[in-house]
Structure formats: C-alpha cells, structure tokens
C-alpha cells in the first residue's frame, strides 16, 4: 500500500548516544559481521530539523506498554535505544513514551494480516508496543528486523507521546503526540538480512532503500538508524540507535 509524506510539524532526528553530542551519522558497514557499523559525523551539536512521516495504514489505537515487542516471532533480534530530546535546548525528555509498529518477517502487520499474501494467526498486537522514557530519555524496545511488503522498503513506523497515563490492562491513553516518523535500515545489512531465515521465504520482491517512496536519501536526520551488528553473522541482528528531537512546547 502506497503512503506518502505529511508535513505537520518539524522535529530534530539526529544519531547519537547523547543529548549533548548530537552528531548525524548513517550506518555504512562494510559487511555485515562487523561489530560497529561505520558512523559518518556531520554537524555535530547541531541541531538539524526535518518535517514528520507519515503514520502510515497500520496504526492501531491502545497497544500495550512493554519493552518487548517480540511476541515469539521469528527473525533475527533488534535491539532499539532511541533518545527523545527537546529540539530547542537538546535536553533529554524523561517519561515520554516511544511507540514503535512493524511488519514481521514475511511483510505482514498484526490486524492486517494477510494484506501481504500470507495466512498466520493474528492477534492484532504482535511487533506493536512501546516503552518510557527514562531519565536519560532512552526508550530501549526489543523487537526483530522487520520485513518487507510491496512498495515499500524495510521501515519501522513510531510515534512520541508525553503526559500519558498507563492503564490497568497494560496500554496507555491520553497524552500529546508529539512526534510522527519512521525508522529506516542499511541497504547493505538489509540485503544480508534478506538471505537468512526466515527472511528468505518473503517471496515478495524488495524496494530498496534508494527506491523507496518515503525516504529522501537524508540519513539520520530522515530516520536512518545506526546499527551495530550484535554477532559475526546477519542472523545474529542488530541494535539500532537514534535520537529524536521533539516540539515539546
């Protein structure tokens, strides 16, 4: 299914450990075993603003606050630490909850399964979730390598809410949505990615990253994570860091 980008409001995505060291780097490995991607510095404590994302087709209301949004699905781990910062001062934002959704391996959605030719049990939460913030504005969520599904390129779709109250059945409501975006992989570890298990039986054909519709080629401030391959091989996966800098005011 086809999206295409809105601009509502601007935000700051930078990489980076850090709120105080915002340097904007895209992974770049030379392979896919190497223990650190390849970080190219631009800017640093620089505070580079770029519109939102669209939210896409498959976003559902009330999913559940975890740290793992696993669910037993297979795929090679990933391992996400993405910072939320306040783009004026680049202060970490403590207690913002980071909400992430995505496909699994074979390209398709929990509460749309099927959309991608593909008949497995749906319980309309699998790889949807998210966590606080804590005091150092870090949302760390572990979930698996997303796959691929016609027209789009491998992403992972997030949302940044502040004030939510945490409910009794284990979702959120209420709060301000601050932020709208997506997250976006190397093309090279993608590649890798897609020759092991159970990636490989994704039959559907592949838009690559320079081929997407959604992203503009603009690196970590356009979402591009940076990963760190967390074996010696593809199927061992990945973390994937990032810092998101938000209107908080």
């Known amino acids: 299914m086809s999206e295409a980008p809105v601009g509502r409001r601007t935000v700051l995505i930078a990489t980076g450990a850090t709120a105080a060291a915002l340097a904007v780097g895209a992974a770049a490995p030379a392979a896919p075993g190497n223990a650190v ?80 030719g593909h008949s497995e ?22 979930s698996i390598y997303p796959g691929w599904y016609r027209g789009r390129c491998v992403h992972i779709h997030v949302k940044v809410h502040t004030g939510v109250t945490l409910t009794s059945d284990g979702s959120f409501t209420g709060g301000r949505e601050l932020h709208t ?34 992203y503009d080629d603009g690196g970590a401030s356009s979402g591009l994570l940076t990963l760190t391959a967390l074996g010696s091989t593809a199927s061992a996966g990945y973390t994937g860091t990032l810092t998101l800098g938000v209107e908080s005011s």
């Not at 800017?43 to 896409?56: D, F, P, R």
């Not at 998210?130 to 504005?137: H, I, K, Q």
């Not at 975006?181 to 690559?208: D, H, W």
Request: glycine share 10%.
């Open 181 to 214: 975006g997506q997250l976006f992989f190397n093309e090279t570890i993608t590649a890798a990615i897609a020759k092991v298990s159970p990636y490989s039986t994704n039959k559907v054909t592949r838009t690559t990253l320079a081929q997407d519709s959604i």
């Open 37 to 116: 991607a390849d970080a190219t510095p631009a800017a640093a404590a620089v505070c580079t603003l770029t519109k939102e994302m669209t939210e896409g087709p498959y976003y559902l209301d009330g999913q559940l606050v975890r740290a793992d949004v696993t669910e037993g699905k297979a795929g090679a781990p990933l391992k996400l630490a993405l910072t939320v910062v306040d783009d004026d001062t680049c202060a970490p934002i403590a207690g913002a909850l980071v909400e992430i959704w995505h496909s699994d391996a074979l390209g398709e959605y929990s509460g749309f399964v099927g959309n991608n």
């Open 121 to 142: 049990p749906d319980d309309g939460t699998f790889l949807r979730g998210g966590v606080l913030t804590n005091a150092s504005g870090v949302a760390n969520i572990t």
